[in-house]
C-alpha cells in the first residue's frame, strides 16, 4: 500500500521512519509529475520542497502553527500532505486552487500568490501570538526569487527589532548547484549560535571584558570581530545577522533528518530565526532539471515520460510581442527592456539573447522597475517594462509618481491582462484600465490582434513625453480582425448598413471577435449596430463623442472591471460633450473571481454574446416602447 494513501493529515507523518520519510518523497515526486502532466501547474518549485515541507510538517503542528508560502505556487506537497490528494482537476472550475486557499483547508492562509508578502504577514501574526500570549508558532517560507521584493526586506527590518519574538523563517534557495559538505558543517555551528548557554556566554563574557580597564573593550571587539569573520567565511550569513537575525544554513534541502534538527531548533530559540534550506528545483525529474530556462516552472498539459508538451497551440499574445521587441531593438538602439523577474514568461527571452547589454531584470522588485525606467528615461533612452497586468497594482504610485508627473516616456506592456482564469483571483488582469485612468498624460492601448500589438507597440515607443500602456490577454491569438472603416483615431469593424444607427457598440482589446458576434445577434432582431475599436482607450478619442450622437444607444465592452473602467470613462467624456445617450458598459463585476477557465470564469459573469445582445435588445425595446423577442432566443433551440 502507497504511504502517500495512508496520510490524511500532518500528524500522520509523526508514525513514519526516515526511511518510510524517504519512501515517501519519493512516491510524492511520482505523484506529482503523473497529476500535473494531465492538468498542468507549477511542477519544478514542487519537485524541489518534497523534504523540506515534511519536515516542517513534523516540526510544526499546522494549523495551529501558521505555515505561510511565498510564493504560494510552492504549495503542492503542502495541500497533499494537510488531506488534499485529488489533483484530477487541479486549477479547473471545482478542483483544488493553483495556491493556498482558505476555502479549501484550515492549513492555508495567505491565498493572494503576488510574491514577497509572506514576512510581512508573518510579523503580523507574530505579534498577534505575541499580544494574546498564544504559545503558536509562525513560519514563514520565501524562494523562488521573492527575496528580491523590497517588501521583504522591510519586513525583516521589523521582525529584527523584536528579539523575543518567534518566528521562523524558511529561506528556500533552489541555486542549481550546492555543496552537502559545506551544509553539514554550517549545522553543526548553527547548533552553538542558537543555543541558549553559548548565548549566555558571549553576554558574561562581554560584561567582564568591559570592566576590564584598558584592554577589555578592545579585546572583546577583537574576539567579536573574528567570531564573525569565521562565521561569514563558512556561511553567506552576514547580512541576517547584521539585521540582528539568528542564521541557521545552509541546510540540504534533501536532508529530511538535517532538516527537522535544524528547524527544531530554531523553533526553540524564541525569536526571530533565519534557517536556509538549499533544494535543487526540478528535483527528481530529468526533463526538468534538462530545462535550462526555468526548470519547468510552470507547464501545460505534458507527456509524463518526457516532459513535451501534449499539443502544440498557435501563436500567442506574448510571442507576438516578443518578436516585435527584437525588431524594434534592431531599428532603435534607444529601445531597452525591464523585466521583473519574468524575464521568459513576459516574451523578452529573445530580445535578451539578442541585446543582452539593454535588458535589465530588476528581480520581483515591481516598484523599483517603475522608478528605474523613469531615470532610464530621463537619461535619453525608451525603456519597454514588460509585467503581468495583475503585478503593475503594486507599482502605481511609482507610474503615477515617478513617471507620469516627470512626463517620462516610459512603455509598459501588460501581459495575461483581463480574466485569466485558471490562477485564480490574484492572477485576473482586471484592474489595470481601472486604476490607470486617473494618471494624468498616460496614454492606454488595447491590441485586438497581432497585427495590432505590433503596430500599437511602436505607436507607444515614438511618445518621448508621457507614460504608455500597451495591454494584451494571455494564450492563443486569434486571427486578424480587420478594420472597414476609420473615424479619428478608431477603427470601425463594422458598419451599420443604414443612416440611422441603433447601437454604437465600442469593443476593448482582445473582446473583437465576441463583439462582433454581438452586432450580428442583434441584426437578426432589427437592431443596427456600428461596431468600433477604439484602439487607443485613454485619452477617450475626440470622435468618440460626435459619432456617438448618430446612435440611440451606446454599449461598451471590456476585459477590466466595470468600476472606473473604459465604460465608466466613456460615459464621463459623453457627458462633458454633452451628449446624453443611454449607455451600458460590460465588463468584470467588482469582486474576486474564482479559478476557472477563462469561458467558464465569462460564462459565469454574463461576459458572451448572447447574454450582453439579450441586454441590449431589452434597452432598444424600451427605447421604442414595445417588445422584441431577445437576440439570444433566436439562437437557443426550442425545448421540450
Given at each position: 500500500m502507497p504511504l502517500l494513501t495512508r496520510i490524511r493529515g500532518p500528524r500522520d507523518l509523526d508514525r513514519l521512519t526516515l526511511e518510510e520519510l524517504d519512501r515517501l518523497a519519493e512516491e510524492i515526486r511520482t505523484f506529482l509529475v503523473e497529476a500535473v502532466s494531465k492538468t498542468g501547474g507549477h511542477l519544478g518549485p514542487n519537485l524541489g520542497v518534497v523534504e523540506l515541507t515534511l519536515a516542517l510538517h513534523r516540526v510544526f503542528e499546522s494549523p495551529r502553527d501558521k505555515v505561510l508560502w511565498d510564493t504560494g505556487h510552492q504549495s503542492y506537497v503542502h495541500k497533499l500532505l494537510t488531506g488534499r490528494q485529488d489533483f484530477s482537476k487541479l486549477k479547473m472550475k471545482g478542483g483544488l486552487s493553483g495556491y493556498p486557499s482558505q476555502a479549501e483547508s484550515e492549513h492555508d492562509v495567505i491565498e493572494n500568490s503576488h510574491a514577497s508578502t509572506v514576512l510581512g504577514w508573518a510579523d503580523g501574526l507574530a505579534k498577534a501570538n505575541q499580544l494574546r500570549k498564544t504559545g503558536d508558532?509562525?513560519?514563514?517560507?520565501?524562494?523562488?526569487?521573492?527575496?528580491?521584493?523590497?517588501?521583504?526586506?522591510?519586513?525583516?527590518?521589523?521582525?529584527?527589532?523584536?528579539?523575543?519574538?518567534?518566528?521562523?523563517?524558511?529561506?528556500?534557495?533552489?541555486?542549481?548547484?550546492?555543496?552537502?559538505?559545506?551544509?553539514?558543517?554550517?549545522?553543526?555551528?548553527?547548533?552553538?549560535?542558537?543555543?541558549?548557554?553559548?548565548?549566555?556566554?558571549?553576554?558574561?563574557?562581554?560584561?567582564?571584558?568591559?570592566?576590564?580597564?584598558?584592554v577589555g573593550r578592545p579585546l572583546y571587539g577583537t574576539l567579536h570581530g573574528a567570531k564573525k569573520g569565521l562565521k561569514d567565511f563558512i556561511a553567506p550569513q552576514g547580512m541576517f545577522e547584521d539585521l540582528g537575525l539568528k542564521y541557521v544554513g545552509p541546510i540540504d534541502g534533501h536532508d529530511i533528518e538535517a532538516l527537522e534538527s535544524a528547524l527544531t531548533r530554531a523553533k526553540g530559540f524564541g525569536g526571530p530565526v533565519i534557517v536556509h534550506c538549499l533544494t535543487e528545483k526540478g528535483r527528481g525529474y530529468q526533463p526538468a532539471l534538462a530545462d535550462e530556462a526555468d526548470r519547468f516552472h510552470a507547464v501545460g498539459k505534458i507527456h509524463p515520460d518526457t516532459g513535451l508538451p501534449i499539443a502544440s497551440s498557435g501563436a500567442d499574445w506574448t510571442s507576438v510581442f516578443g518578436e516585435e521587441m527584437v525588431k524594434l531593438g534592431e531599428e532603435r538602439e534607444d529601445v531597452v527592456?525591464?523585466?521583473?523577474?519574468?524575464?521568459?514568461?513576459?516574451?523578452?527571452?529573445?530580445?535578451?539573447?539578442?541585446?543582452?547589454?539593454?535588458?535589465?531584470?530588476?528581480g520581483i522588485a515591481e516598484q523599483h522597475g517603475a522608478v528605474s525606467a523613469a531615470g532610464?528615461?530621463?537619461?535619453?533612452?525608451?525603456?519597454?517594462?514588460?509585467?503581468?497586468?495583475?503585478?503593475?497594482?503594486?507599482?502605481?504610485?511609482?507610474?503615477?509618481?515617478?513617471?507620469?508627473?516627470?512626463?517620462?516616456?516610459?512603455?509598459?506592456?501588460?501581459?495575461?491582462?483581463?480574466?485569466?482564469?485558471?490562477?485564480?483571483?490574484?492572477?485576473?488582469?482586471?484592474?489595470?484600465?481601472?486604476i490607470l485612468q486617473v494618471v494624468p498624460g498616460l496614454r492606454l492601448a488595447a491590441p485586438r490582434d497581432a497585427d495590432q500589438v505590433r503596430a500599437q507597440l511602436r505607436e507607444?515607443?515614438?511618445?518621448?513625453?508621457?507614460?504608455?500602456?500597451?495591454?494584451?490577454?494571455?494564450?492563443?491569438?486569434?486571427?486578424?480582425?480587420?478594420?472597414?472603416?476609420?473615424?479619428?483615431?478608431?477603427?470601425?469593424?463594422?458598419?451599420?448598413?443604414?443612416?440611422?444607427?441603433?447601437?454604437?457598440?465600442?469593443?476593448?482589446?482582445?473582446?473583437?471577435?465576441?463583439?462582433?458576434?454581438?452586432?450580428?445577434?442583434?441584426?437578426?432582431?432589427?437592431?443596427?449596430?456600428?461596431?468600433?475599436?477604439p484602439r487607443w482607450v485613454k485619452p477617450v478619442d475626440e470622435a468618440m463623442a460626435p459619432l456617438a450622437e448618430k446612435h440611440r444607444v451606446v454599449v461598451t465592452v471590456e476585459d477590466n472591471s466595470r468600476v472606473g473602467g473604459v465604460g465608466s470613462t466613456i460615459a464621463q467624456a459623453l457627458r462633458d460633450a454633452g451628449v446624453d445617450l443611454p449607455l451600458r458598459d460590460f465588463g468584470i463585476p467588482p469582486r474576486f473571481l474564482d479559478h476557472a477557465s477563462r469561458a467558464e470564469v465569462m460564462a459565469e459573469i454574463g461576459l458572451t454574446a448572447p447574454d450582453i445582445a439579450r441586454q441590449v435588445t431589452g434597452l432598444v425595446s424600451k427605447l421604442d416602447g414595445g417588445y422584441a423577442r431577445s437576440a439570444a432566443e433566436s439562437v437557443e433551440p426550442a425545448r421540450d
Amino acid at each position: 500500500m502507497p504511504l502517500l494513501t495512508r496520510i490524511r493529515g500532518p500528524r500522520d507523518l509523526d508514525r513514519l521512519t526516515l526511511e518510510e520519510l524517504d519512501r515517501l518523497a519519493e512516491e510524492i515526486r511520482t505523484f506529482l509529475v503523473e497529476a500535473v502532466s494531465k492538468t498542468g501547474g507549477h511542477l519544478g518549485p514542487n519537485l524541489g520542497v518534497v523534504e523540506l515541507t515534511l519536515a516542517l510538517h513534523r516540526v510544526f503542528e499546522s494549523p495551529r502553527d501558521k505555515v505561510l508560502w511565498d510564493t504560494g505556487h510552492q504549495s503542492y506537497v503542502h495541500k497533499l500532505l494537510t488531506g488534499r490528494q485529488d489533483f484530477s482537476k487541479l486549477k479547473m472550475k471545482g478542483g483544488l486552487s493553483g495556491y493556498p486557499s482558505q476555502a479549501e483547508s484550515e492549513h492555508d492562509v495567505i491565498e493572494n500568490s503576488h510574491a514577497s508578502t509572506v514576512l510581512g504577514w508573518a510579523d503580523g501574526l507574530a505579534k498577534a501570538n505575541q499580544l494574546r500570549k498564544t504559545g503558536d508558532h509562525v513560519v514563514a517560507v520565501i524562494g523562488d526569487g521573492a527575496l528580491t521584493g523590497g517588501m521583504a526586506w522591510e519586513a525583516l527590518n521589523n521582525i529584527a527589532d523584536a528579539k523575543d519574538r518567534p518566528l521562523v523563517i524558511v529561506v528556500n534557495d533552489n541555486e542549481r548547484s550546492y555543496s552537502p559538505t559545506i551544509g553539514g558543517l554550517a549545522n553543526h555551528l548553527a547548533t552553538l549560535r542558537t543555543t541558549d548557554g553559548y548565548e549566555r556566554f558571549l553576554t558574561r563574557t562581554k560584561d567582564l571584558l568591559e570592566r576590564t580597564p584598558v584592554v577589555g573593550r578592545p579585546l572583546y571587539g577583537t574576539l567579536h570581530g573574528a567570531k564573525k569573520g569565521l562565521k561569514d567565511f563558512i556561511a553567506p550569513q552576514g547580512m541576517f545577522e547584521d539585521l540582528g537575525l539568528k542564521y541557521v544554513g545552509p541546510i540540504d534541502g534533501h536532508d529530511i533528518e538535517a532538516l527537522e534538527s535544524a528547524l527544531t531548533r530554531a523553533k526553540g530559540f524564541g525569536g526571530p530565526v533565519i534557517v536556509h534550506c538549499l533544494t535543487e528545483k526540478g528535483r527528481g525529474y530529468q526533463p526538468a532539471l534538462a530545462d535550462e530556462a526555468d526548470r519547468f516552472h510552470a507547464v501545460g498539459k505534458i507527456h509524463p515520460d518526457t516532459g513535451l508538451p501534449i499539443a502544440s497551440s498557435g501563436a500567442d499574445w506574448t510571442s507576438v510581442f516578443g518578436e516585435e521587441m527584437v525588431k524594434l531593438g534592431e531599428e532603435r538602439e534607444d529601445v531597452v527592456a525591464i523585466t521583473a523577474a519574468m524575464l521568459q514568461p513576459v516574451g523578452l527571452d529573445r530580445f535578451a539573447k539578442r541585446f543582452p547589454d539593454r535588458v535589465y531584470d530588476v528581480g520581483i522588485a515591481e516598484q523599483h522597475g517603475a522608478v528605474s525606467a523613469a531615470g532610464l528615461a530621463h537619461g535619453g533612452v525608451h525603456p519597454v517594462f514588460a509585467v503581468y497586468a495583475t503585478f503593475l497594482n503594486r507599482a502605481f504610485d511609482q507610474v503615477l509618481m515617478d513617471v507620469a508627473l516627470h512626463k517620462c516616456g516610459v512603455t509598459f506592456v501588460l501581459d495575461r491582462a483581463g480574466i485569466t482564469g485558471t490562477d485564480g483571483a490574484s492572477h485576473n488582469g482586471m484592474w489595470d484600465m481601472s486604476i490607470l485612468q486617473v494618471v494624468p498624460g498616460l496614454r492606454l492601448a488595447a491590441p485586438r490582434d497581432a497585427d495590432q500589438v505590433r503596430a500599437q507597440l511602436r505607436e507607444a515607443v515614438e511618445v518621448t513625453d508621457a507614460p504608455t500602456v500597451v495591454r494584451f490577454s494571455k494564450g492563443a491569438v486569434g486571427p486578424a480582425v480587420p478594420a472597414v472603416g476609420r473615424v479619428g483615431g478608431m477603427d470601425v469593424l463594422r458598419e451599420p448598413g443604414t443612416d440611422t444607427p441603433d447601437v454604437l457598440l465600442v469593443s476593448v482589446g482582445a473582446l473583437a471577435p465576441m463583439c462582433l458576434e454581438i452586432a450580428g445577434l442583434l441584426d437578426r432582431q432589427g437592431i443596427s449596430t456600428t461596431v468600433v475599436d477604439p484602439r487607443w482607450v485613454k485619452p477617450v478619442d475626440e470622435a468618440m463623442a460626435p459619432l456617438a450622437e448618430k446612435h440611440r444607444v451606446v454599449v461598451t465592452v471590456e476585459d477590466n472591471s466595470r468600476v472606473g473602467g473604459v465604460g465608466s470613462t466613456i460615459a464621463q467624456a459623453l457627458r462633458d460633450a454633452g451628449v446624453d445617450l443611454p449607455l451600458r458598459d460590460f465588463g468584470i463585476p467588482p469582486r474576486f473571481l474564482d479559478h476557472a477557465s477563462r469561458a467558464e470564469v465569462m460564462a459565469e459573469i454574463g461576459l458572451t454574446a448572447p447574454d450582453i445582445a439579450r441586454q441590449v435588445t431589452g434597452l432598444v425595446s424600451k427605447l421604442d416602447g414595445g417588445y422584441a423577442r431577445s437576440a439570444a432566443e433566436s439562437v437557443e433551440p426550442a425545448r421540450d
